[in-house]
């Protein structure tokens, strides 16, 4: 009796010593939603949205106990971004070309805050690409009435690979709705000319809308629209006949979006600079 009370304390201070030296819960939740993703959910195309479920927990909480800590936020992004890497198998495709992903900048804006023992989901899809970052929205909502708490812009750097090689590598592996695709590229917080691309058609861009969102590395834009081989319509709206694939399809660069990635390039310059 007292070697298996000796037994049952030695567990019990092994468990108090882990997680008093590595949160133990953040990486068996990390293993599950990887498992989740990987063998559960169902594959997702690069532009779709992904969901992941989340609850505000005692150890969430702010020091006054009344809402979700803010710096937690970006804690759940880490399993919403696991989920959506995965479901995408936007990760496999970097590593297999050789490449590395991590994350460079991010910004925050919260609406109100998540209470205790709340549930909320995150919604997490690609908004932009450049030849170096992949800019990736996450949306922090209420389940019962789809209210936004919070949106978070993240800029993913990728490293010894192109982005624009690896979307080349994902995009043509659909054959789900583009136009839902297309749809969910767009940016839900500019006012953006429509570029919707369906089945057989699609409506060109106005050459001063590409041109605003020509060049992006480091700051600077550079982005067309890219079609897969077939008959174009301009202003008409007619159909086309026959089927056409959608190869490649880069969303517009949102207002916003570019308004932040020139001041992260103006503080990149200042941080070399030595200011």
């Known amino acids: 009796m007292e070697q298996l009370c000796v037994v049952a304390l030695s567990c019990l201070l092994a468990i108090i010593l882990l997680y008093g030296l590595i949160e133990l819960h953040y990486f068996l939740r990390m293993c599950l939603c990887v498992l989740l993703a990987r063998f559960v959910k169902r594959r997702c195309h690069i532009l779709e949205s992904t969901t992941v479920n989340g609850v505000c927990l005692s150890n969430d909480v702010d020091t006054l106990l009344y809402h979700m800590n803010n710096a937690r936020y970006f804690r759940e992004l ?6 959506f890497y995965e479901r995408t198998k936007l990760y496999s495709t970097i590593t297999r070309l050789g490449g590395s992903v991590f994350q460079g900048a991010a910004t925050i804006r919260y609406r109100r805050f998540i209470r205790p023992f709340h549930r909320f989901k995150i ?5 932009y690409w450049d ?29 010894d690979v192109s982005m624009d090689a690896i979307m080349a590598e994902l995009l043509p592996n659909t054959s789900t709705t583009p136009l839902q695709a297309s749809r969910h590229t767009l940016s839900s917080t ?13 409506t060109s861009v106005p050459a001063t809308t590409l041109e605003a969102a020509s060049q992006a590395e480091n700051g600077h834009v550079a982005a067309t629209t890219t079609l ?8 008409t709206g007619a159909g086309t ?10 969303p517009p660069l949102p ?15 200042n941080l070399r600079s030595g200011c």
């Open 228 to 235: 897969s081989t077939g008959t174009t319509t301009t202003g």
């Open 131 to 159: 030849e170096q970052s992949l800019f990736m929205e996450h949306r922090f909502v209420r389940p019962s009435d789809k209210f936004i708490h919070c949106i978070v812009i993240c800029r993913q750097r990728v490293i």
């Open 241 to 250: 006949t026959g089927t056409t694939a959608l190869a490649k399809l880069k």
């Open 123 to 127: 919604i997490s899809r690609i908004i």
């Open 190 to 202: 500019a006012s953006l000319h429509p570029a919707m691309v369906a089945m057989g058609t699609a």
């Open 78 to 83: 880490d399993f919403a971004r696991v989920d």
């Open 255 to 269: 207002p916003e979006l570019c308004k932040w990635i020139e001041y992260n390039d103006m503080s990149s310059k």
